[in-house]
């Protein structure tokens, strides 16, 4: 027979852990969720400094976009988490929420709840800040934040450099204003990595109610009489829901099983063989990503973490975090950046930046033999729209994933001034005790024209897409501002995918907020205490 419990939960990253740590809250309510990938018990799960090889493999599906048209046909890694945690797991571990106006703007299309004021209390409920407890942060929540334990003298440099170009400091773009360079928090705890599996599951895997399987891919989505019944796993076996299914695997991931399950574009889904189950066009429309560019100086000494990629250091490195919780090993390699403009009309920041503590150290960028540093920008609000959709009918082969990066010619505008923007506070006079000289894009790229051509070779995701399962009041919208699936009963999508407008920083601390608020709206629907 058939296992059922109140809740199923599809996809154990971000959202899908702190669901089912809420939901399970009530021990009369059951709840099982289910992850594809593996547990998080190697080491490099833990340690901050594991990013650097996340990006080359661990935990990930190991996906890539369809050649992007608008950049020569670049096929670019698309690192898509498979592993308890999710993103929470393998990301850079920054704590980053967005601007107030990108929460504003989903309210002002519609999405009734969703504007900044309504939101704030989720993220300060989520957190257990280590320097905050005010009007924008919270203290004694799941999830560790936390101030860098590693900085290096060279991101003094940077202040001082992004100062000189009239970019202020600000102590918490969480905070009154998200303009200016700075520290970044980090979803960390003593410094260790604070994934959503670290906080919001492991600590709720002894509830009777609550149970966990991994290695569990669901093949399709159960539909009878335009409810969600259950889901059907890869083995055939069935997994039945009383009240709901929750689709929580993100913002590919979610379209991707929809489809499987005959639940999207008609013609798409017939021209794969798979019947139709709900003609939805605007399941995986709506892609959105931050397209991620860099400059890269070789530096002049021992001044970035590229020194420990000898075997000697290493050993010595990792000595000193076990005894100090300090040093490169306690360094998220990715703590320093900030927001400013490349619109100077823009209604908020229109730019990120994210100081590397080092070179190479995602997969595909290139890295300085003799050691440097890199200075990464991204566009926040892209105009360019993607889509994912199936390559075939077997839940085995991997989506087409099509940002469409730059198809708008602002979006490539806009990502040069930002590059720009970065090659100019290298080159200012804090930081020249530190840098030897710029090697990408260096001096051979002026024009325009250059630094398309570089940026078409030298790019890569920021891993933020966003909007595939859109949330909206409208008939075509994915899901209604209580994330429920338009035409299917007692589904609902909660995770990334339902942003109207990806936000304008990081993704993952929203992918928290969204399943907090998601949770007491669950559980206001069904009548279910706290």
């Known amino acids: 027979m058939a296992e059922t419990f109140d809740f199923i939960i599809v996809g154990g990253g971000s959202a899908g852990c702190v669901l089912a740590a809420r939901l399970s809250e009530n021990p009369d309510t059951t709840v099982c969720l ?13 340690l901050p400094a594991g990013f650097a090889k996340m990006t080359k493999g661990i935990g990930s599906w190991g996906w890539e976009t369809t050649p992007q048209r608008h950049m020569k046909n670049r096929v670019f890694n698309y690192t898509q988490a498979k592993v308890i945690g999710g ?31 309504d939101v704030l209390p989720y993220f300060r409920r989520a957190e257990d800040n280590d320097t905050y407890n005010n009007r924008y942060h919270g203290q004694g929540g799941p999830l560790g934040v936390s101030q860098p334990a590693a900085p290096l003298p060279i991101c003094d440099a940077y202040f001082e450099a992004a100062a000189a170009v009239g970019i202020p400091k600000n102590e918490d773009v969480n905070g009154e204003k998200q303009d200016g360079a700075a520290y970044y928090q980090l979803t960390q705890k003593d410094a260790r990595r604070s994934s959503a599996a670290m906080a919001y599951l492991n600590p709720n895997l002894g509830r009777r109610n609550l149970t966990r ?10 539909v009878e009489g335009g409810r969600a019944r259950g889901v059907e796993m890869l083995d055939g076996s069935k997994i039945m829901a009383e009240v709901e299914v929750i689709l929580s695997s993100g913002a590919i991931g ?4 929809l489809q499987l399950s005959g639940i999207g574009p008609a013609d798409h889904l017939n021209n794969l063989g798979i019947d139709t189950v709900l003609d939805q066009p605007q399941v995986g429309e709506n892609l959105q990503d931050h397209l991620d560019l860099y400059c890269i100086c070789e530096v002049s000494g021992p001044h970035t973490y590229d020194r420990f990629a000898k075997l000697h250091l290493s050993a010595i490195a990792g000595l000193q975090y076990i005894f100090t919780r300090k040093g490169p090993v306690a360094s998220s390699l990715f703590e320093t950046g900030g927001f400013w403009y490349a619109d100077p009309d823009a209604r908020s920041p229109d730019i990120q930046f994210h100081l590397g503590l080092g070179t190479g150290i995602e997969k595909g960028v290139e890295a300085m033999p003799q050691g440097g540093v890199t200075l990464n920008s991204c566009y926040l609000r892209p105009r360019s729209r993607g889509t994912v959709r199936l390559q075939s009918s077997d839940p085995a082969k991997a989506p087409l994933i099509d940002p469409n990066y730059l198809q708008d ?3 490539r505008e806009m990502s040069i001034r930002g590059l720009k923007i970065t090659q100019k506070i290298l080159s200012q006079g804090p930081l020249k005790p530190f840098i030897k000289a710029e ?9 325009d024209e250059d630094y398309f051509n570089f940026i078409c070779e030298h790019s890569k995701t920021s891993h933020h897409c966003a909007g595939t399962c859109r949330m909206g009041a409208d008939d075509a919208a994915v899901v209604d501002p209580r994330l429920r699936f338009n035409g299917i009963e007692q589904l609902r999508v ?12 990081n993704t993952n601390a929203a992918a928290i907020m969204i399943a907090e608020k998601a949770s007491d709206m669950i559980r206001h629907d069904h009548g279910i205490a706290i």
Not at 494 to 505: E, Q
């Open 213 to 222: 399987k991994l290695g569990a891919q669901v093949r399709r989505i159960i």
């Open 409 to 411: 010619p602002q979006d």
């Open 494 to 505: 909660v995770d990334n995918s339902i942003m109207p407008t990806v936000i304008s920083s």
């Open 87 to 117: 993103g929470s797991a393998i990301n850079a571990q920054i704590y980053t929420r967005g601007n107030a106006l990108d929460y504003d703007e989903w309210r002002q299309m519609g999405c009734d709840g969703w504007s900044y004021e």
């Open 34 to 46: 289910l992850e594809a990938g593996g547990s998080d018990r190697h080491p490099f799960y833990h």
């Open 254 to 257: 979610s379209p991707r099983l």
């Open 439 to 447: 090697r990408l894009p260096g001096p051979g790229v002026a024009s």
